[in-house]
């Protein structure tokens, strides 16, 4: 069964569940008209005893009597045309019909009195033929024995069955027909989904996309491939995008280390030494240079791990983060203010951290001596400088990686900082936006889920 393929399974199944219904239903229908076609047979005994007068089975018991007859002989009695008989508790019978019945222990019980008043069973005749008997006791000292032959309904017997056979195999032959149909009608999405499959292997498109048609259980396979597919494409795109960015950003420190150092060498090579003042000045510049690719190359880092890479999520305060990173920025040089109150936060603490240092950071180069605002209050995190502000059409933009405004391109940086604190704070299912505060300067607000009191 697992050599073949879905279809002919599918097919294979539903020919035989169909069977299987069938076959029962022909087994209970078979039993079902043998038992009312016995019922029948039964009734009409009872009613052909019942014709026959009590006083007559009398007479003719007390006739036999006197007159035994032999197992096989008719008496002085013409044959009636049922056949029947009158059988006595020593065995000895007086044949009144056209057959004689086999005589059993069941007729001679009855005759004695030790058994029913009547019973009805399946007999046979002298000659072998099957009957159906009924047997009365009369007098308590005989019984009265009546029996039809089964031939007639041994004969519809086996006319049902080999109808129901009949109607089984068109029935099995049908099930089998529509469900190869049913199996090529339900099977062609995933025919549609492998093909779509086979050639996204073959050809590593993935804008490919499999058609949807209704809401069953296909439908929502091919959506939720043609949602993976979509985000492979859109993962596929940014990391292109991301390695043009990277490359067009390092492109300017590398050429400028490049030809610093060699000014260096040649001056070495030529024996003409620069001059100690622009010496000085050249290996500052390969070290801010070098400092500047260090930064950008950490940020790349930082950016290109992939959403199963972060750190363990823990219940961390996210108040002692804040503090860690506003202590860090003041041993850069910032000047910071805090007014913290207590809030816990399910998270990563180091890519929380790092989150809110780009934060201070990128305030503190725009506001005058450094000065920066921290505020958390009910799980929202306002960072505030007091600089000239942001343009309201950079402002959409500003989180996107590698973009600086225009007026920041001299100040150091590599332009990734805050598409770091965008992806970390949406790790942790948190939101972060940028806007102009009404008196000067720019805010920064930061809002993570969490709770004002730890868990434990």
């Known amino acids: 069964m697992r050599k073949r393929s879905l279809r002919a399974r599918l097919t294979l199944l539903v020919a035989a569940a169909v069977a299987i219904a069938v076959g029962v239903s022909a087994v209970g229908t078979w039993y079902f008209v043998r038992r009312e076609l016995s019922w029948q047979l039964n009734q009409s005994l009872r009613e052909t005893g ?3 007068p009590f006083e ?4 003719a018991t007390r006739e036999c009597s006197a007159e035994p007859v032999s197992a096989t002989g008719y008496g002085k009695y013409p044959p009636f045309p049922e056949p029947m008989q009158i059988v006595f508790p020593d065995g000895t019978r007086c044949v009144m019909g056209n057959t004689a019945i086999k005589v059993t222990r069941r007729e001679e019980e009855i005759a004695s009195g030790y058994h029913d008043q009547e019973l009805v069973y399946d007999g046979y005749a002298d000659d072998g033929t099957p009957l159906r008997v009924l047997v009365r006791n009369v007098d308590r000292d005989a019984a009265f024995v009546i029996a039809r032959p089964t031939h007639e309904l041994q004969s519809t017997l086996r006319s049902v069955s080999i109808l129901l056979a009949a109607v089984a195999a068109l029935g099995v032959l049908v099930a089998a027909t529509a469900g190869l149909l049913v199996s090529r009608a339900a099977l062609r999405p995933v025919g549609r989904l492998t093909r779509a499959v086979e050639h996204i292997a073959q050809t590593e498109d993935l804008d490919t996309r499999i058609p949807i048609d209704g809401s069953d259980e296909i439908a929502r396979l091919s959506a939720s491939f043609n949602a993976m597919t979509a985000a492979l494409a859109g993962s596929r795109d940014r990391q292109r995008q991301l390695v043009a960015d990277a490359g ?4 300017t420190p590398l050429t400028t280390l490049r030809t610093n150092i060699d ?3 040649r001056s070495e090579q030529t024996g003409r030494s620069l001059d100690p ?4 000045r050249l290996l500052v510049n390969v070290k801010a240079q070098f400092a500047e ?3 950008l190359v950490g940020d790349l880092l930082q950016l290109a791990r992939g959403d199963t890479d972060h750190e363990p999520h823990a219940e961390l305060p996210l108040h002692d983060v804040v503090t860690a990173a506003a202590g860090r920025a003041r041993l850069r040089g910032a000047e910071v203010s805090t007014d913290l109150s207590p809030w816990y936060v399910v998270g990563g603490a180091a890519s929380l951290e790092r989150a809110v240092l780009n934060l201070i950071d990128n305030a503190a180069k725009f506001s005058p001596g450094g000065r920066v605002e921290v505020v958390l209050r009910d799980g929202v995190l306002a ?4 600089g000239p502000g942001i343009a309201e059409e950079e402002l959409p933009h500003v989180f996107e990686r590698f973009w600086r405004s225009p007026s920041a391109r001299s100040l150091p940086g590599s332009g990734l900082g805050l598409a770091i604190v965008a992806q970390a704070v949406a790790e942790v299912g948190g939101e972060v936006r940028l806007g102009n505060a009404p008196d000067g300067g720019v805010i920064a607000t930061l809002e993570l889920p969490g709770r004002a009191t730890p868990s434990s």
């Open 383 to 386: 960072v505030r400088d007091r």
């Open 56 to 59: 007559r089975m009398q007479k």
């Open 263 to 265: 000014l260096l060498l």
């Open 248 to 251: 067009h950003e390092l492109r």
């Open 293 to 295: 690719l260090s930064t």
């Open 50 to 52: 019942e014709r026959v």
């Open 277 to 280: 003042g622009a010496k000085e």
